[in-house]
């Protein structure tokens, strides 16, 4: 109970000082800001533009794609809010030889890497991307509206979304967690990024060869549709209970990685 | 009991070895050659309680992957190292709570932050109570000589008190064994000397023993009674720094100004002449003899003046260096 008290004191000062950090700069909330409405408007159009003929996204309507969409966006504002800022600086940790110090400190070292830093920039995206999933279950003038989901449906939905969220930040941890071997590794978290944009649109409105891939390879079903499906209550157990399985595998394979990576850190020369 | 004991300790790293060209990159991708470097060859130490002892040795003779080692931050090849009565690489929490390493050349706080936010950042983490770290930060502060400066972004700081707040947030957790790898690097005279000080106060007031890496001699005499020089990964000397300058230098210096000029021949049988240019003269006289040798110049010259004195230390060390390359 000391011990946890003690980790959330730390991401406290953690959150307190970055965001005191990040206020020095003001003007990045209304760049990003724009960022995010830009972005979304122009996925609206697109969605707009795929329904223009009155057809379904594969199988989808209006209001459920507005929901993926909506979701995207969450965990896009979560990317930029803990991700980015976060794994970004291992590479830099391990190049300046820094890591050192966050290795000597009688905490966690994955635990702080992931934690130390927060930008409030990522914040207009995920109010946003909720905004965006209360409108598609509320609009009253769309031709099927949901309503308000069961307790039962909210609460699997928010199981779902932590378990995206936590495989999400594993992939990119991977990721960064690699550059202890292949500093350009981390190149390859802008490669990750842009395939995840993938997940703006349920999966089944994809070709099933890369419906495999979303669903087995990457694991972008996982992120959006399948929390989509759960919060429309129309999900089904089995993938439910897979979405969970993945996000535990995805956890302790990431633990696990980090954990063997360290033998292999050398520290930078002085 | 020792609070640092090292055994026959070694780190052997595996490199891959590359041509240079383009060619040279081709056979690399193809056919990787590797070859093992011993960086630390067999070392064996041990630190009391309390001590300062001041690690020495030119750039790649092995001193920082010694500091790693004790620090827990990578393995030894093989032999057995205890430090505070923990193995430094299983990296649990009651050692980490006991040790710091500061880098002379790396920094741990927030560089758009004033230091005061990074030091709650670090005895959040190290579990320490809000009020207590307010007592510690305010007297490591007044012996740093430190006030205003924590309230300031760190980017606005001088490297001198940048420094002060590094070693004030290494030392916020009041570790018992401070590693300090280069800690004035790039500091002028007078931010050097109050590093020094403030190391010495704090061994005082605190008892903690200290690891001292420094290519600034100053830091090594000021501060380090005993010394350990380590060159090409092995130990060469572990003792005082007296010590090591008889064994570097078996010959004191005597310099004369001498009321008439002399021949070569006149100082024969007196010690090996260094230099004769008029009325100076400069011989080197084995210490053994000294003091008799002096007498026999005073009796035999008219000396103006005299003066007798070791060779520079780091002129010594410097050339043992360049002697056991050539080898």
Redesign the interface.
């Given at each position: 109970m000391?011990e946890l008290r003690?980790y959330w004191?730390?991401l406290?000062?953690?959150w307190s000082?970055s965001i005191?950090?990040e206020l020095?700069y003001p003007l990045n909330a209304w760049v990003e800001l724009l960022s995010v409405l830009g972005n979304l408007a122009g996925s609206i159009f697109v969605l707009k533009l795929l329904f223009g003929n009155g057809v379904a996204l594969g199988g989808w309507s209006w209001n459920g794609s507005l929901i993926v969409l909506g979701l995207y966006t969450v965990l896009d504002g979560f990317t930029t809010c803990v991700l980015q800022p976060n794994l970004s600086r291992i590479v830099n940790h391990i190049q300046?030889?820094?890591l050192?110090?966050v290795?000597?400190?009688?905490?966690d070292s994955q635990f702080?890497l992931s934690t130390r830093t927060v930008s409030p920039w990522g914040l207009p995206g995920i109010i946003a991307g909720f905004c965006l999933i209360c409108w598609a279950l509320l609009k009253p003038s769309s031709s099927i509206s949901y309503g308000l989901p069961s307790s039962g449906a909210l609460l699997l939905a928010a199981a779902l979304l932590i378990a995206s969220l936590i495989i999400l930040y594993s992939l990119w941890f991977v990721l960064a967690a690699l550059s202890i071997w292949f500093i350009k590794v981390w190149n390859a978290t802008e490669v990750l990024r842009y395939t995840l944009v993938a997940g703006r649109y349920p999966v089944s409105a994809y070709p099933p060869a890369l419906r495999l891939i979303f669903t087995f390879v990457l694991p972008v079903a996982f992120l959006t549709t399948i929390p989509a499906e759960a919060l429309l209550g129309k999900s089904s157990s089995i993938w439910a209970i897979a979405a969970l399985c993945v996000a535990g595998i995805c956890l302790t394979g990431s633990r696990l990685l980090w954990n063997y990576a360290q033998?292999f850190?050398?520290?930078a020369?002085? | 009991m020792s609070i640092i004991n090292a055994k026959e300790l070694s780190k052997i790293?595996r490199v891959s070895e590359k041509q240079p060209g383009i060619a040279g990159t081709f056979r690399h991708l193809l056919q990787r050659k590797h070859r093992e470097i011993t960086a630390v060859n067999q070392i064996s130490f041990s630190i009391e309680p309390g001590e300062i002892v001041g690690f020495l040795g030119p750039n790649g003779a092995g001193k920082?992957t010694t500091l790693?080692m004790l620090?827990?931050?990578?393995?030894p090849s093989s032999g057995e190292l205890l430090v505070a009565g923990h193995k430094p690489w299983q990296?649990k929490?009651?050692f980490?709570?006991q040790?710091?390493?500061v880098?002379g050349?790396?920094?741990?706080l927030?560089w758009?932050?004033p230091a005061l936010?990074?030091l709650?950042?670090n005895?959040?983490?190290?579990?320490i109570p809000e009020k207590e770290a307010q007592r510690r930060i305010n007297e490591l502060a007044e012996m740093l000589e430190l006030g205003e400066e924590l309230l300031r972004?760190l980017r606005k700081l001088s490297l001198g008190q940048r420094m002060k707040t590094e070693l004030l947030a290494a030392l916020l957790h009041q570790p018992a064994v401070l590693f300090l790898?280069?800690p004035t690097l790039g500091l002028d005279v007078n931010a050097q000397v109050r590093v020094r000080e403030f190391l010495a106060d704090y061994n005082k007031r605190t008892g903690a023993t200290m690891l001292l890496t420094s290519h600034y001699m100053g830091d090594i005499t000021t501060l380090c009674p005993r010394v350990l020089l380590i060159h090409q990964g092995e130990l060469f000397h572990d003792g005082s720094l007296s010590e090591l300058t008889q064994k570097l230098a078996p010959c004191s210096q005597v310099r004369m100004e001498l009321s008439e000029i002399h021949n070569v021949e006149d100082f024969c049988g007196y010690g090996d002449i260094h230099s004769l240019e008029g009325h100076q003269v400069q011989l080197l006289i084995p210490r053994a003899e000294l003091s008799e040798r002096v007498a026999a110049l005073l009796n035999r010259f008219e000396v103006v003046d005299l003066e007798v004195s070791a060779p520079p230390i780091e002129e010594l060390i410097g050339g043992l260096f360049r002697s056991r390359e050539k080898l």
């Open positions: 000391k003690r004191h730390s406290c000062c953690f000082s005191a950090a020095e300046t030889g820094t050192d110090y290795l000597l400190k009688p905490i702080w033998r850190y050398t520290s020369s002085s | 790293y920082t790693k620090t827990g931050l990578i393995h990296r929490a009651r980490l709570r040790i710091t390493l880098m050349n790396r920094q741990q927030l758009d932050l936010d990074s709650k950042v005895a959040a983490v190290y579990g972004p790898d280069e």
